[in-house]
């Protein structure tokens, strides 16, 4: 196999990879740390995309709207977490009935403001040359940026004050509230950060992908095997999940067609799962 089409194979993969994580970072710490399933996980990623469309519309570069973006969300999901699931927590069926409600509202309002036709931004920044081949350096900002972000939250979680209160809210309540610690504005600001998460998320991925109100939904089956594959250990178990599922999607997609690689990452987690029904991470010792 000639080597530039060796490297060309190995940035597509890296790139898949790079999107699985990038969109499941916020569901990670939503479903992983707090235990909601929120099932308007693609909505929230499906707003900041088009809070950089609009951005992009008015004339600022994506960068500006990488920085609105995620503010927006976040504030959209303090909202939400403010006005629907504080009352909740503990009541599994109840959030899963709201977020799914609050999916089709958010697609609906989107519809009657935007539209529901598929809108584009343009791609930032140009191509390098490899061989006989050309490699957008866009994705290689994606695969840079999916690591950073990665990072940056293991650190955020492990490494802070805000980290340690967000883990003893979700795990021990009781305890936490016995301390001193106010477990409503952690759990707050614990929801705010993943829904600003999926919108960083929906911001990022908006030059590659179509800009439709249903383009959540392209992702949220992807992101919720990679966080449930990953298991206990919230983000390391994520990380691996990604680079496993989306590596066996891209291989997949590259040798036949793009529906036999999403059917390839579905097989792959339910064989994974079966194998270690406790996710990858289910025997280690950290659980972050």
Known sequence: MEPDLVVRQAVTVLSTVAVLVIVSVGLAVIFGVMRIINLAHGEFLMLGAYSVLVISRAGAPLWAGLMVAPVAVGLIGLA?????????????????????????????????????????????????????????????????????????????????????????????????????????????????????????????????????????????????????????AVLTGMGSAAALLGGAESLVSQASTAFLGQAALLLLAVILLRIMPQGLSGSWGRRL
């Open 80 to 232: 939400v977490e403010r006005l629907v699931i504080r009352f909740l927590y503990g009541r599994l069926i109840a959030t899963m009935l709201a977020t799914w409600g609050l999916s089709l509202v958010l697609v609906q309002l989107v519809v009657m403001i935007f539209g529901p036709a598929t809108q584009g931004v343009p791609t930032p920044l140009g191509s390098l040359r490899v061989g006989g081949y050309r490699i957008s350096e866009y994705s290689l900002a994606l695969i840079g940026f999916a690591i950073g972000l990665l990072v940056a939250t293991y650190s955020l979680f492990t490494r802070t004050r805000y980290g340690l209160l967000a883990r003893a809210a979700s795990q021990n309540p009781l305890m936490a509230q016995a301390l001193g610690v106010n477990t409503g504005r952690t759990n707050a600001a614990t929801f705010a950060l993943g829904a600003a998460l999926a919108g960083l998320a929906g911001a990022m991925l908006a030059p590659v992908v179509g800009v439709v109100p249903s383009m959540g939904q392209a992702f949220i089956a992807r992101a919720f095997m990679t966080v449930i594959v990953g298991g206990p």
